[in-house]
């Protein structure tokens, strides 16, 4: 038999450390790759016939604002906007008329297009901003629907 103070005995329980460190990392990172694995969620597969809802818009009303806040406020409730007619898009000029006419509901197409017809105000600074910096969509009225 071996003693405790015989070199081959101590150099095996030596080695032994290491080997059982080394099986003990594998099963924890097994066990945790398992772990997260079973947290993921599978993946759903939608009803065949199921008709996907829209997004229903309500358009704010800008009239008698600042160009200014009034783009602020139709960028704010998602929608993108447009300027026509003669006078253009400066921060100081009035908005007169939209279309849509506010509290219409919409389908969120992106960003559905608001067109304003400003009215001159103040300096006109600058370049005019005719459009909305990120564009937008087209615009397609809601039947029946509920806003949301």
Do not use: C
Not at 18 to 36: D, F, K, Q, Y
Not at 82 to 93: D, F, I, L, M
Not at 100 to 122: C, N, R
């Amino acid at each position: 038999m071996f003693r405790a103070s015989d070199p081959s005995f101590v150099s095996r329980r030596v080695l032994t450390l290491p080997r059982v460190t080394a099986v003990a990392a594998a099963v924890l990172l097994v066990s945790a790759t398992i772990s997260l694995a079973a947290d993921k969620p599978s993946a759903h597969k939608p009803a065949l016939h199921t008709i996907p809802q829209r997004q229903v818009m309500t358009v704010p009303d800008v009239r008698g604002q600042l160009f200014v806040f009034a783009s602020g406020i139709i960028e704010d409730g998602g929608f993108g906007w447009k300027v026509r007619g003669s006078v253009g898009g400066y921060p100081a000029n009035l908005v007169v008329s939209q279309s849509p006419k506010p509290g219409s509901h919409v389908i969120d197409t992106g960003a559905p297009a608001i067109t304003l017809v400003l009215a001159q105000h103040g300096a006109q600074v600058g370049e005019p901003q005719n459009r909305s910096p990120y564009g937008a969509s087209v615009i397609r009225p809601a039947r029946h629907a509920k806003s949301g």
